[in-house]
């Protein structure tokens, strides 16, 4: 079956603009999951969803980003008035939820800011 | 808080060599630990997986036991082929924290024929 998909693929833009990237997770998972890989940091945690619960913010670098899920299923990444240390490779996975199942990695959305 | 430390690389080694990358971690809790691989070009996938102490993961004829005595969760190979050169990540998700990941700072393993 499908697996996860995120886009675009990659962006760049320029400092100060917003930018909104996408996840379209495995259908049937209810956890969803957003990580930023850059090299100074490695592979952080941004932020969490699990079916209709409110969504662990806690990995949230700061208040410009921000993130929802419609219906359960695709997530939307927003960052606003983008910074250039925000640039990164922006990775989404989805799991069947709790503690040890297995995570299934897009192919992330390398955004580059000028 | 909780933290996954990583043995630094670059590590280079010959084809058919005996492969450890040394992981150990702090958590409060309970965590599951795991081993993710980054093939180039590609995605992060699942190596292999212990969700208590003493469990032992294997795949791909990588190993790595959960050792609660000394926070570790160390991963081998008998011996490693040039397809294994990747970059390792060893990561704990903590009980009834949802699952989110806590990773390493990774290691690239680059093996020579």
């Known amino acids: 079956g499908a697996g996860v998909s995120q886009s675009p693929s990659n962006k760049v833009t320029e400092k100060g603009k917003d930018v909104e990237l996408r996840c379209d997770p495995i259908?049937?998972?209810?956890?969803l999951y957003w990580y930023r890989q850059s090299l100074g940091q490695g592979l952080e945690f941004l932020i969490y969803?699990?079916?209709?619960?409110?969504?662990?913010k806690s990995g949230l670098p700061s208040d410009r980003f921000s993130a929802e899920r419609t219906g359960g299923s695709v997530s939307t990444l927003t960052i606003q008035r983008t910074q250039q240390e925000d640039s990164a490779v922006y990775l989404c996975?989805?799991?069947?939820?709790?503690?040890?199942?297995?995570?299934?990695f897009g192919p992330g959305t390398r955004l580059t800011v000028t | 808080g909780n933290s996954v430390t990583q043995m630094e690389g670059p590590v280079t080694l010959s084809e058919e060599a005996f492969l450890t990358i040394n992981c150990t971690y702090t958590?409060?809790?309970?965590?599951?630990l795991f081993w993710y691989v980054q093939y180039p070009g590609e995605g992060l996938q699942l190596l292999l997986k212990?969700?208590?102490?003493?469990d032992k993961g294997s795949n791909k004829g990588f190993e790595a036991t959960y050792r609660k005595e000394t926070t570790s969760f160390h991963l081998e190979k008998g011996s490693v082929q040039v397809s294994d050169s990747a970059v390792y990540f060893c990561a704990l998700s903590e009980y009834n924290q949802g699952g989110k990941l806590i990773f390493g700072q990774g290691t690239e393993l680059s093996v020579k024929p």
């Open positions: 958590a409060t809790g309970y965590p599951s």
């Open positions: 996975a989805s799991s069947k939820g709790g503690d040890s199942y297995e995570q299934y």
């Open positions: 969803f699990q079916g209709n619960s409110a969504p662990d």
């Open positions: 212990a969700t208590k102490a003493d």
């Open positions: 259908s049937g998972h209810t956890a």
